[in-house]
């Protein structure tokens, strides 16, 4: 007869927020999915009423140390806060790797949402008669970074009242919990007034819901009911969006029965460009440091920039889509409280709204918890309300516009992820970004129209550029003076420039010297420019900025001695030695032309990222694919230190054959890697420098990060591509390269 095996007795914990729970609960239905029979589990968490009525687990009431049969297990998402930046990782999943790493065991993500469970009183009977949303405004006093601005949330309100909706305010009035109360007589404020039973009551039978990345979007994804999430970006859309398209949610994102409406704006400003900023507060409090970098002040609150771009008409739209695409009945048809939700019913089933002739809502009491006042009738001009806001709204940026496709180069992973999947977001004409928004002249939010509120002790005076009479110049945009002197920028920059070419390129380097001079303070730059066979015009043009003393520096050439090694001899001049922590490169037909601001944007850029990841240059990315013998030629250099070829991805691998690199007409780069690194190596000559930096630096350790990927800020290779081209280092006819160098 065979033995029968007793499962293993667990108890797991988790004592964070009760979003985090919510999260949780996937797991433990995955876990016992996974391996019927082999644990009986109890919990112990924060918010225990959320696993009441849940068939998995029991209810842990005393601690395990008198019970040695019982194995105690604290889990934890942390390392997920970090892996998100560098690959599609879903909060729902990570509770999964976090077991595995702990247990050994792993357990697969099953289903891609949360699991909660009602109680049929709760299931069945509705809190309130009627149609309704659940809102949450406002949130808590150490978070304020997640919080929408509450003058809009009050518009959008107002339209669902006017469509004959009801809306139920929730939230909580602990101390630190911020809620202003929303007006209207179809709102019912809930605030302070529910628990977390009571919000997935109230959420189950909900048309559904509208908040920032809160429990209550969690919920609403394990109860399968709609939800608009004002995001911004705070957080990576992978990292939290319940949506088909999220490879965080492979391979069963297709099983999402409601998508969410995730309404983000990582990569439309710098500092959410390529994952999220994770940035707590917009205003300091006591000796706050985790601080928005861009607060905008409204009229009773300050709220993020990332925030304050999506407009009342974006959330509206989100909650209308729900309507055209049949995913929620007609508004002016009752709910069936007591049937299944809603993703169990085929669309077929259910009948589309008509633009034209929106469904008029028979007039009737409605009441929620017994609060609610009687609502007077829904007049015709209030019924047609719904075909106007579908034609009037502007479009809302959607994560989940399209697939997450492969990228064709290297770059940050909201790049690489959203390339091709984050829709543009359209701003109303009266914002003041909306014309660099909309236009596309600027898509990462710099305008030199619009005032960028910067970190605190920003002055917001323009520093001056220090020109003489009779060089031409502009004034430059406001800029952040006191961010240069940040420990990782050091004060100044060493900018060096390379000019080639005759008198048909005059105005070519003329645009490229005073469309910089133009945006940069001349008391944070060394300017050193070089020249290999240039024009009268344009050396005429040069000597004018160094009389004025605008150009430290002068390496002519009256012939053409090619790029990298004019390079090598401005960055290893003993005479003139550079002293910066950092140096810009600019080839000739690189202009900053895009917005007069990229230097600022660059700065703030450097400080988030130089440290946090080891960055160490920035610049566009992409990827090269070794020809035959380049692998050979670099294993042979002094710099080799035998690390992995990479995959497309940036991943090592024993079959990798690519190069990860900074296109060479723009980039900024430390002094200290270029040292450490011998940049340039000194033979290349004029092609396939920029591959080979990017190799060295990968070699000596330093990691690069995507910045001007779009030629948003500079706008590199102008112009044709002009002058001499050479093989590349390692292929065929490279000695000959190799030998003009060693003539000199």
């Known amino acids: ?13 988790h004592n964070r927020a009760p979003g985090d729970v919510v999260v949780m609960t996937a797991f433990v239905r995955d876990l016992m999915l996974t391996h019927p029979g082999r644990y009986s589990v109890e919990v112990q968490t924060s918010a225990m009423d959320l696993w009441r009525h849940n068939p998995h687990v029991t209810i842990a009431k005393r601690q395990p140390g008198a019970r040695p049969d019982v194995k105690y297990l604290q889990l934890d998402y942390g390392r997920g806060i970090r892996d998100q930046n560098y690959e599609p990782v879903h909060f729902l999943a990570y509770f999964h790797r976090d077991f595995e790493r702990k247990m050994g065991v792993k357990v697969p993500l099953r289903l891609p949402y949360p699991d909660l469970h009602l109680s049929p009183a709760e299931r069945d009977v509705s809190p309130m008669s009627g ?21 809009r949330m009050q518009l959008v309100v107002d339209e669902l009242g006017k ?8 939230g909580s009035n602990d101390p630190g919990h911020w809620h202003p109360p929303l007006q209207g007589e179809h709102v019912v404020n809930l605030v302070g007034r529910t628990n977390l039973r009571d919000m997935m009551r109230l959420i189950h039978h909900s048309d559904g819901v509208i908040c920032g ?20 970006g705070r957080e990576a859309w992978w990292w939290e969006a319940y949506v088909r398209e999220n490879k965080g949610l492979a391979p069963v994102s297709h099983l999402l029965p409601v998508p969410h409406r995730f309404l983000h704006t990582i990569g439309l400003l710098q500092c959410c460009q390529n994952h999220g900023c994770w940035k707590n507060k917009v205003v300091a409090i006591n000796s706050d440091k985790s601080l928005c970098y861009h607060p905008v002040q409204r009229l009773n609150q300050t709220v993020p920039l990332c925030l304050d771009m999506i407009s009342e008409a974006h959330v509206l739209e989100a909650v209308m889509k729900y309507y055209t695409d049949q995913t929620l009945p007609p508004i002016g048809q009752a709910p069936a409280i007591s049937q299944p939700p809603v993703q169990s019913q085929p669309a077929s089933t259910v009948t589309p709204i008509a633009a034209s002739q929106p ?3 028979s007039p009737q009491p409605r009441r929620m918890l017994d609060l609610f006042a009687p609502a007077g009738p829904i007049t015709a001009e209030q019924t047609a309300k719904l075909a106007q806001l579908q034609q009037a709204v502007t479009t809302a940026a959607q994560p989940q516009a399209a697939a997450c496709a492969q990228p064709k180069r290297s770059g940050g992973l909201n790049t690489q992820l959203s390339r091709k999947t984050t829709a543009r977001l359209t701003l109303p004409a009266a914002h003041p970004l909306a014309k660099a928004i909309n236009d596309g002249t600027v898509k990462f939010g710099v305008n030199q129209d619009a005032k960028l509120e910067g970190r605190p002790g920003q002055t917001g005076q323009p520093p001056q550029v220090a020109v003489k009479p009779g060089v031409p110049t502009q004034t430059p945009v406001s800029m952040d003076p006191k961010i240069f002197d940040h420990e990782d920028i050091g004060g100044k920059f060493t900018v060096c420039m390379l000019f080639y070419g005759p008198e048909e390129y005059h105005d070519l380097h003329r645009r490229c010297l005073e469309s910089f001079l133009s945006t940069t303070p001349r008391e944070r730059i060394d300017l050193r420019v070089g020249s290999n066979a240039l024009n009268a015009k344009s050396l005429d043009l040069i000597q004018r900025y160094i009389d004025a003393g605008a150009i430290t520096k002068h390496y002519r050439h009256d012939r053409n001695v090619w790029k990298y090694p004019v390079m090598r001899e401005m960055f290893y001049d003993a005479s003139c030695p550079i002293d910066t922590k950092w140096i ?18 660059l700065v703030h850029h450097i400080v988030q990222n130089h440290q946090r990841d080891n960055s160490h240059m920035f610049g566009a990315p992409f990827v090269w694919t070794l020809q035959p013998g380049q692998k050979e030629w670099f294993e042979r250099r002094p710099w080799y230190r035998g ?3 990479r995959l497309q991805n940036g991943t090592p691998s024993p079959n990798g054959n690519k190069v990860l690199f900074c296109t060479g007409g723009f980039w900024a780069l430390t002094t200290e890697a270029m040292r450490a690194c011998n940049i340039p190596d000194p033979e290349i000559g004029h092609n396939g420098g920029d591959v080979c930096i990017g190799e060295q630096l990968y070699q000596g350790g330093y990691r690069m990060k995507s910045w001007n990927a779009k030629k948003q800020y500079v706008n590199t290779s102008s112009v044709k591509r002009r002058g001499d081209t050479k093989p590349m280092p390692g292929t065929p006819g490279f000695d000959t390269v190799l030998a003009a160098l060693q003539q000199g």
């Open 643 to 645: 690390k992995p070829w």
């Open 1 to 13: 007869m065979a033995k029968v095996t007793q499962p293993q007795r667990l108890v797991l914990a």
């Open 213 to 232: 990345v809160t429990c209550a979007m969690h919920m609403a994804a394990a109860l399968h009911r709609p939800c608009v999430v004002l995001a911004g």
């Open 359 to 361: 469904t008029v809502p």
């Open 131 to 151: 149609r309704y949303w659940v809102v949450l405004s406002g949130g808590k006093s150490d978070f304020t970074a997640k919080v929408w601005e509450s003058a």
């Open 584 to 601: 810009l490169w600019f080839d000739d037909d690189s202009i900053c032309d895009r917005t007069p601001a990229w230097l600022n944007t």
């Open 163 to 170: 469509l004959g909706l009801g809306v139920a305010q929730i």
